[in-house]
């Protein structure tokens, strides 16, 4: 890898071992230290919570199905192994009437009920359905569940950066003129030697030093 061939240290931000065991491969990818909440815990913690609150049912809810499915099905599962019942609702990230749709689904699914509601996903989505919610007039009674770490009041923050850098990524993906950069970087990185072990060494001479600027 690059980063074995030139001694250049890989750290990973937010990317706890429970979101993708394989890069937890330690012989792998033996470069990456990988930094991040380990979030394995979390239903257990919730247990003990709902046992010294009464809580009974828990709702997990999630962004594009398709990208969180499979983590939702898991703790949807060990919520149930732990003695509760719990149901699985996912919404698309860019619809607020679907946002809004589910929501209003859970208000009269749960009326006159402890309202457990477990997040998967984005800060981005996690605003669209505290906000739905409120108009679906679910605020009251309801219990904001979540793992991993979040920004010192990300609620309050905006999403109008957002969407335009996702949309300048998008745009610039799709240029000719960055996939044949990527095209001719590895046409380069084939051709530099015949072999890993040759692309390691040479790359060390290269860069490896005691010297510092």
Known sequence: SVASSIKLPFLSYECSSDFDPQLSDT??????TRMGTVTTPVTDVIKNMGDKFGWSHVIIVSGDRSKYKNLAEERKSKFVS???TSEYKSAENDNFNSIQTMMSEIKESTKGKHRVVFFIGSETFFRKVLCASITAGLEKGI???TEGTWRHEWWSKTDQVTPRHKQWLVEDVSHKELKDAFAEFK???DSFKPTVADTRSALQQLYETEEKD
């Open 187 to 189: 046409q380069a990185w």
């Open 143 to 145: 219990i904001w569940l």
């Open 82 to 84: 732990l003695g509760f």
């Open 27 to 32: 012989n792998t990818y033996p470069d990456l």
